[in-house]
């Protein structure tokens, strides 16, 4: 089965600061990765999502990058706030069957002022 | 409004009772999961359905059952036989490849 590994594991950044997360995925026949945002309490919510058939993606100060070849994806935020804040996962998904979604362990992003 | 619902956000239940936790999605998915969180953990499937009257285990399935009756129902038992009940439940739905995830319902064993 797919397997995703996430890092860091804990990010403290300083306000306008720019934050990055990396995953790994095992599967080369997965072909979605979203991400998604915790904040404390709540269910977590999709913030982007990228497909094996794009090698960036881009939302405002929110950026996804695929490496297929090297089965990577990372996350990037550019000019954090405070309210960036949360836990971020990573998933993997093969959309071709009915499958499910594996998660990173995810990453504490912590904004600083 | 669309989405997932959870209830209750809160549960508490005494050692060797069963509990079930509900989950309701009026998004029209086939696909719903069940998901354990532990403190500082990722996310854990306990189980999946992809279409009414079927359901999967997932990683972590001892000690939990659930069933699927209904497209928009997934409800979820924490039976006696789990040892380690305490943790945040997350329920979701999927359709294709997104899926939209309730806002939790947090068990404690007292």
């Known amino acids: 089965g797919e397997n995703v590994e996430q890092h860091p594991s804990t990010l403290s950044v300083q306000e306008g600061d720019s934050a990055v997360i990396k995953c790994t995925y095992s599967?080369?026949?997965?072909?979605?990765f979203p991400w998604y945002k915790q904040e404390l309490g709540k269910g977590p919510q999709l913030i982007i999502d990228?497909?094996?058939?794009?090698g960036e993606k881009k939302d405002q100060r929110i950026a996804v990058t695929l490496n297929k070849t090297a089965k990577h994806f990372s996350l990037h935020i550019t000019e954090t706030q405070p309210e960036d804040s949360a836990v971020y996962f990573c998933a993997a998904l093969y959309t071709g069957t009915a499958s499910k979604l594996t998660f990173g362990t995810g990453t504490r992003l912590q904004v600083t002022l | 409004d669309g989405g997932i619902t959870q209830s209750p956000k809160y549960l508490f239940r005494k050692e060797g009772q069963n509990v079930t936790l509900s989950c309701e999605q009026n998004?029209?998915?086939?696909?719903m999961y069940w998901y354990r969180q532990d403190p500082g953990q990722g996310l854990r499937l306990i189980y999946y359905s992809q279409i009414v009257n079927d359901f999967q285990k997932g990683d972590i399935a001892e000690g939990y059952s659930v069933s699927r009756e209904k497209k928009e129902s997934f409800p979820l038992t924490v039976t006696s036989a789990q040892k380690n009940p305490t943790a945040f439940y997350l329920c979701?739905?999927?359709?294709?490849?997104?899926?939209?995830f309730g806002q939790g319902t947090r068990l404690t064993v007292v």
């Open positions: 979701a739905s999927k359709l294709f490849a997104e899926a939209f």
């Open positions: 599967d080369s026949a997965s072909n979605y």
């Open positions: 990228i497909r094996s058939n794009v």
């Open positions: 998004l029209n998915h086939d696909a």
